[in-house]
């Protein structure tokens, strides 16, 4: 009962990448779970420094009940300063809890998690919102995260005909539609924000604190946005939109777009619902307006993902067990 289980990031990386059917599966039950109250995920606590304000470590404790039945804590810094280093601005650990003794029982690399169950939030979103087949994705902030979720919906119902992409740093454009097309074969043109905004179906992904689109800016009917960075949209086009969130006490928060727009009108009625209730079939999507999914990020994705990879790592023999860790 005292050993303790290590997993490398590149062995996740090897388990998230064969499986992102199943990573797909399971972000989508953790939501039911978390709309049918099935987990416990209090605020995410922020340290930030003064001296490096660029700079913030999010700790994210989370438990997820049902037949997963465990509980952790992900510990994910951002650095952006790091992308000038040549390594990424992300970086984090989980630690999962046995739930009968609260023992602590592994340790994850958690950059990989963390993406992928972005992405895959990402893409059961698309799934569930996105009609009509040969849609174009508009991809604006070209990191991890966006190749994460470009990676999942290629490998999603979602019918993808082409991808153009837009990033301040046109380098970084260019280098992710070289990833891209390296790892899943699609050719992604770099473009101007205007054109990445007309795409059926568009992503956000950067690292923006504050919202850049035009205020008069409005996305066509027919359009799906996913709302990644959570800042890039005034309120005016969220107030314009149908709006889907994962959670609506932790997404309309920290000045978000969506939590700027509450501050504007003083209210939530243009939140529709949850990711969660729409997948329990609580929840019907006012179409008539461009949908709009704002996802904060739970950290129960975190524990369910990792939980599944841990398990994956003990049976392929990937994962080193620290015998008589606590004694
Ligand atoms: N909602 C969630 O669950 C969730 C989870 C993980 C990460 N995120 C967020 O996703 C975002 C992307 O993460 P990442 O790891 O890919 O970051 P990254 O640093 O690897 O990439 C971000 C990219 O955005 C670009 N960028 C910044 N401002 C821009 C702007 N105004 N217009 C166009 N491009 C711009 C940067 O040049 C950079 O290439 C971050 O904001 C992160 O906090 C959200």
């Given at each position: 009962m005292s050993d303790f289980i290590v997993v490398a990031g590149p062995d996740i990386a090897g388990i998230l990448d064969g499986d992102k059917e199943k990573v797909r599966e399971i972000v989508a039950s953790a939501y039911r779970l978390h709309d049918a109250g099935h987990t416990i995920n209090p605020d995410s606590y922020f340290l930030r420094f003064p001296h490096k304000p660029n700079s913030r470590v999010i700790a994210l404790p989370a438990y997820i009940g049902a037949d997963v039945n465990r509980m952790g804590i992900k510990w994910i810094s951002s650095f952006p300063d790091n992308l000038s280093r040549g390594i990424p601005r992300a970086s984090a650990v989980l630690i999962l809890n046995d739930f009968e003794t609260g023992r602590p029982l592994a340790c994850l690399e958690s950059a990989h998690i963390s993406a992928a169950r972005t992405a895959a939030s990402a893409a059961v979103a698309a799934e569930q919102l996105c009609t009509g087949s040969g849609l174009t994705v508009g991809v604006v902030g070209t990191g991890v995260i966006a190749s994460t979720i470009l990676d999942h919906l290629h490998s999603s119902t979602v019918d993808i005909v082409g991808v153009v992409a837009h990033d301040l740093d046109h380098g970084r454009a260019a280098a992710f539609a070289e990833r891209v097309h390296t790892k899943i074969g699609t050719d992604v043109d770099p473009v101007g924000l205007d054109a990445a905004l007309k795409a059926d179906l568009v992503v956000f992904a950067t690292?923006?604190?504050?919202?850049?689109?035009?205020?008069?800016y409005r996305f066509t009917p027919d359009q799906v946005v996913l709302?990644?960075?959570?800042?890039?949209?005034p309120p005016e086009v969220i107030l314009a939109s149908t709006n889907l969130v994962d959670d609506v006490e932790h997404c309309?928060?920290?000045?978000?777009s969506p939590h700027l727009a509450e501050q504007v009108?003083?209210?939530?009625?243009?939140i529709q619902g949850t990711l969660g209730g729409l997948l329990n079939g609580k929840v019907e999507v006012e179409r008539g307006k461009p949908v709009i999914f704002s996802p904060f990020g739970l950290g129960v994705l975190d524990i369910a993902v990792g939980d599944y990879v841990m398990g994956r790592a003990l049976e392929a023999g990937t994962a080193t067990v620290v015998n008589g860790f606590i004694g």
């Open positions: 690292t923006a604190g504050e919202p850049y689109v035009d205020a008069a709302n990644v960075s959570l800042r890039d949209l309309l928060k920290a000045n978000t009108v003083g209210h939530r009625d243009f």
